[in-house]
């Protein structure tokens, strides 16, 4: 019965993450594809490809998930508390993709494990949450915002005598480079926090020490249902983001990814923060847009998004926490 509850357990880490790649493939590519800098499945393919490589480039990530934001919990509860977790975030991801809104899988995720965690009866370790996840939660957006605006204003500087159809051509091209970086950076960000999730259920299942590192097969699972779940595509969220917060253009396209995919690498190699790349790439593109004017961007549908980021987490935990205790009942 623990070998099956492990297998479950791990199983639905894989179905996150698939929901995380649909759900999230709009963060890497919708300025791409608005822009016309790249054709949807091309941009797919290509984010597909660097979500998996971006998986293999550091572990940071994945071990703050796994030690840094709940205590351990053991034995068949434990894995009953991580599975409630999952569920909790996987709902909330479904529900957010159908209305299209480009909430956060990553708290999502969070909000999952710490509301199953307090309804297990297992010690949160607030000072991670409050350090990794809520201070960079709220950091992360306004960082987006004023390097958004501060890129594309160095790029309207340096072009400014250039023709403008020759710019755009330009950009559309570069967007490829940026669109990658965007895809890298999320692989980096997203699978990591799969990857702590499962290397969790290995220490609860007994299967490996805390301190083993994590399996190549696992960063190798991960990071495959990640790169399925993106080519299989979020078009709902896409459009969100391509077109209705504003009308991106090539040069404000590469400037959005350009600042999102800069700061995922930062947050994940400096400070091994697990940052939402939607939060990242909104805040990066409500920046761009506020250079062409301030009322450019929709602000009301801005609005909706960040209140969605706002629930994102409680509603996740509420979820994750229901699910437990129908576990408990019915299993445990």
Not at 85 to 113: D, E, K, Q
Not at 302 to 314: E, K, S, V
Request: overall charge positive; proline content about 4%.
């Amino acid at each position: 019965m623990d070998t099956f509850a492990l297998i479950v357990t791990i199983g639905v880490a894989l179905g996150f993450t698939y929901t995380n790649g649909f759900h999230d493939s709009a963060n890497a590519i919708a300025t791409s594809v608005s822009t016309r800098a790249l054709t949807p499945r091309a941009a797919l393919a290509m984010a597909a490809v660097m979500n998996l490589a971006g998986a293999f480039l550091g572990s940071g990530v994945a071990h703050t998930v796994s030690k840094g934001l709940i205590e351990t919990p053991d034995g068949s509860k434990g894995m009953g508390i991580l599975f409630a977790a999952l569920v909790g975030a996987i709902i909330w991801n479904l529900v957010t993709w159908y209305f299209g809104l480009p909430s956060s899988s990553s708290h999502a995720l969070f909000g999952g494990m710490v509301g199953a965690a307090l309804a297990g009866g297992t010690d949160v370790i607030w000072s991670g949450v409050v350090d990794k996840i809520i201070i960079p939660m709220f950091l992360s957006p306004v960082v987006g915002l004023i390097v958004g605006y501060l890129v594309m204003c160095i790029i309207l500087w340096l072009f400014r005598r250039t023709n403008p159809h020759k710019a755009k051509r330009g950009f559309r091209i570069a967007q490829t480079v940026s669109a990658a970086g965007m895809a890298l950076g999320h692989g980096l960000q997203d699978a990591q926090k799969t990857m702590g999730i499962v290397v969790m259920a290995l220490v609860i299942g007994d299967v490996q020490s805390a301190d083993a590192p994590i399996p190549v097969w696992v960063k190798l699972v991960c990071a495959l249902m990640l790169s399925l779940g993106t080519y299989a595509g979020g078009w709902r969220i896409m459009r969100t983001l391509g077109r209705k917060i504003i009308e991106l253009d090539p040069p404000q396209g590469f400037a959005a990814e350009t600042t999102g995919a800069g700061i995922m690498f930062a947050t994940a190699f400096l400070f091994k923060a697990p940052i939402s790349t939607t939060h990242v790439i909104t805040s990066a593109i409500m920046g761009v847009g506020a250079t062409k004017r301030v009322n450019a961007v929709r602000w009301g549908v801005a609005r909706n998004i960040i209140l969605g980021w706002f629930i994102t987490m409680p509603a996740a935990g509420v979820v994750a926490a229901v699910s437990f205790w129908i576990v408990d009942l019915a299993v445990l």
